[in-house]
């Protein structure tokens, strides 16, 4: 939970000063105004265009978000198919992984174009209508169970 509040503050942050610092008119047409924004900054003149360091950053929080990732799809899929070890399945997920990287985003235009037709429903679909499909299927499950209590919507949403 905190972890959320000071990830969107953050985002928040890094959003207004790109308006604030290039113009709302200029962060729109780049698709990383935070890259530009590190180019921009000049304390004295010892610290200057700190795009590396942002590109380092990005480099350092991509490797970590993509290790948890392919590591949960993998425990997950081990699960499913009653592996003993995950271990036997870590080459062919991430190959499957990767090559679907490839087919996704084959260049950046098509990205942009996917972007902007496809996502809003289909993260419509993955994070509205599938944990409420979850959620009701949970309550149902408990209830013919016996158990008399049922799990609130909001401890739902607060644990996930």
């Given at each position: 939970?905190?972890?959320?509040?000071?990830?969107?503050?953050?985002?928040?942050?890094?959003?207004?000063?790109?308006?604030?610092?290039?113009?709302?008119?200029?962060?729109?047409?780049?698709?990383?105004?935070?890259?530009?924004?590190?180019?921009?900054?000049?304390?004295?003149?010892?610290?200057?265009?700190?795009?590396?360091?942002?590109?380092?950053?990005?480099?350092?929080?991509?490797?970590?978000?993509?290790?948890?990732?392919?590591?949960?799809?993998?425990?997950?899929?081990?699960?499913?198919?009653?592996?003993?070890?995950?271990?036997?399945?870590?080459?062919?997920?991430?190959?499957?992984?990767?090559?679907?990287?490839?087919?996704?985003?084959?260049?950046?235009?098509?990205?942009?174009?996917?972007?902007?037709?496809?996502?809003?429903p289909y993260s419509l679909l993955l994070g509205i209508l599938y944990p409420?499909?979850?959620?009701?299927?949970?309550?149902?499950?408990?209830?013919?169970?016996?158990?008399?209590?049922?799990?609130?919507?909001?401890?739902?949403?607060?644990?996930?």
């Open positions: 939970m905190l972890s959320n509040l000071i990830g969107g503050f953050m985002l928040v942050l890094i959003i207004m000063l790109s308006i604030l610092v290039l113009n709302p008119k200029i962060t729109v047409l780049y698709n990383y105004p935070s890259f530009i924004l590190g180019r921009q900054i000049n304390i004295g003149d010892f610290f200057q265009r700190m795009e590396a360091v942002v590109a380092i950053i990005w480099f350092l929080t991509i490797f970590v978000k993509l290790t948890m990732y392919c590591f949960s799809a993998i425990t997950d899929l081990a699960q499913l198919l009653k592996l003993r070890s995950y271990r036997s399945i870590i080459v062919p997920t991430s190959v499957l992984i990767a090559t679907g990287a490839l087919i996704v985003y084959p260049n950046n235009a098509y990205m942009q174009k996917w972007d902007t037709d496809t996502w809003i409420l499909l979850l959620y009701v299927i949970g309550s149902i499950r408990k209830n013919r169970e016996g158990r008399k209590s049922s799990p609130s919507l909001f401890l739902f949403f607060l644990s996930s």
